[in-house]
């Protein structure tokens, strides 16, 4: 295999060659890909624009080059160009919410097998294709829940302010409702919004968790550091003076970094209800999957903060069962167009 030096840098306007254009024919396909593949092998250069093959701008044409290729025919996205979400905003009362639009693609479900922290659940690995969808950029809050349904249910409702006094806090996450409650929210918002929304699938919930087509392979959503994205037990107590000792709690949604489609809270602070039916993974590659037909208990996703860092990763799923509200678990939106 053949490694070339290359002396230029990557050039701009009118006259630069087409990123990935490999054989100068003014479209990036697969010709492209049998052309870098061939100069590799073989140090053909008959038909190879250098500067274009060189996809990633490492300054020299390699296998590196064939995968960033391959990648973008793909997915249709350069990994290394920032992504710019496109975001919907809507209003209840006085709360304001985004959702961000989650551009389809195909993707890798589920925990490899060399992941040693995977549960057997969490496997087999198998091929998911998602068309586009747009998802909450954070958790819904108590307040968008309080906007919409009059009231809270929530069991962290409150922020300490001194030793006996006490605020609403709902800029927290919404927890401790039926699957039935959020079915009644969702009714109750399409009334107020004129827009359908509905809970995620399982693997629109993943594949978001993982940053979409943007995706930098993390273990958790948005980082390797499970402290930067995810509010958990090892990080989510806070000093309550009145008790006079530290509790942990849900905090403010979107204080930890976002992934990288600017997507918040997806490990920990609460976990989140998906419309699945729980049940095992097939390895057969899906199209836009929505689960299991029936079942007693719905799929939840993305740790919370009274559970440990291990539930946080992008793979980790658990059972929920619908009658039972839990402190721990809230929920996150999909806009239907």
């Known amino acids: 295999m053949c490694l070339m030096a290359l002396s230029w840098l990557p050039m701009s306007g009118q006259n630069a060659p087409m990123r990935g254009d490999v054989d100068g024919n003014q479209a990036v396909n697969v010709t492209d890909v049998i052309v870098l593949l061939n100069y590799l092998q073989y140090n053909d250069a008959s038909m190879i624009d250098m500067t274009a093959?060189?996809?990633?701008?490492?300054?020299?044409?390699?296998?590196?080059?064939?995968?960033?290729?391959?990648?973008?025919?793909?997915?249709?996205?350069?990994?290394?160009?920032?992504?710019?979400?496109?975001?919907?905003?809507?209003?209840?009362?006085?709360?304001?919410f985004?959702?961000?639009?989650?551009?389809?693609?195909?993707?890798?479900?589920g925990a490899s097998d060399d992941d040693a922290l995977a549960k057997s659940w969490e496997k087999p690995r198998h091929e998911v294709t998602l068309?586009?969808?747009?998802?909450?950029?954070?958790?819904?809050?108590?307040?968008?829940?309080?906007?919409?349904?009059?009231?809270?249910?929530?069991?962290?409702?409150?922020?300490?302010?001194?030793d006996y006094a006490y605020t609403d806090d709902l800029t927290r996450p919404v927890e401790r409702m039926t699957y039935a409650n959020i079915q009644s929210f969702l009714t109750k918002l399409k009334q107020k919004t004129g827009k359908t929304f509905r809970l995620p699938t399982e693997a629109e919930w993943e594949?978001?968790?993982?940053?979409?087509?943007?995706?930098?392979?993390?273990?958790?959503?948005?980082?390797?550091?499970?402290?930067?994205?995810?509010?958990?037990?090892?990080?989510?107590?806070?000093?309550?003076?009145?008790?006079?000792r530290y509790e942990n709690m849900p905090h403010?949604?979107?204080?930890?970094?976002?992934?990288?489609?600017?997507?918040y809270d997806m490990g920990g602070n609460v976990a989140e209800w998906t419309s699945d039916w729980y049940g095992l993974y097939s390895d057969a590659a899906v199209t836009n999957p929505t689960g299991p037909a029936s079942g007693t208990a719905r799929v939840?996703?993305?740790?919370?903060?009274?559970?440990?860092?291990?539930?946080?990763?992008?793979?980790?799923?658990?059972?929920?069962?619908?009658?039972?509200?839990?402190?721990?678990?809230?929920?996150?939106?999909?806009?239907?167009?």
């Open 53 to 96: 093959a060189d996809v990633n701008y490492s300054n020299s044409v390699d296998i590196s080059d064939v995968i960033e290729l391959i990648n973008y025919l793909i997915n249709n996205v350069w990994t290394d160009v920032p992504y710019e979400p496109v975001i919907e905003t809507f209003t209840v009362g006085d709360v304001t």
């Open 131 to 162: 068309s586009d969808y747009y998802i909450g950029e954070t958790e819904v809050t108590q307040g968008l829940w309080k906007a919409v349904m009059g009231s809270n249910p929530s069991w962290f409702q409150y922020a300490y302010e001194s």
């Open 252 to 263: 403010p949604v979107g204080t930890k970094a976002p992934n990288e489609l600017g997507i």
């Open 207 to 244: 594949f978001a968790a993982r940053g979409g087509n943007y995706s930098k392979g993390y273990t958790f959503p948005g980082s390797d550091d499970i402290d930067e994205v995810a509010w958990h037990t090892g990080n989510s107590s806070l000093y309550v003076p009145n008790a006079d």
């Open 300 to 337: 939840v996703r993305g740790g919370s903060w009274g559970q440990a860092w291990r539930m946080n990763r992008v793979s980790y799923r658990y059972e929920g069962f619908p009658t039972s509200p839990n402190v721990n678990t809230g929920l996150r939106l999909v806009l239907v167009e």
């Open 98 to 109: 985004n959702m961000v639009k989650v551009t389809g693609g195909t993707f890798m479900m």
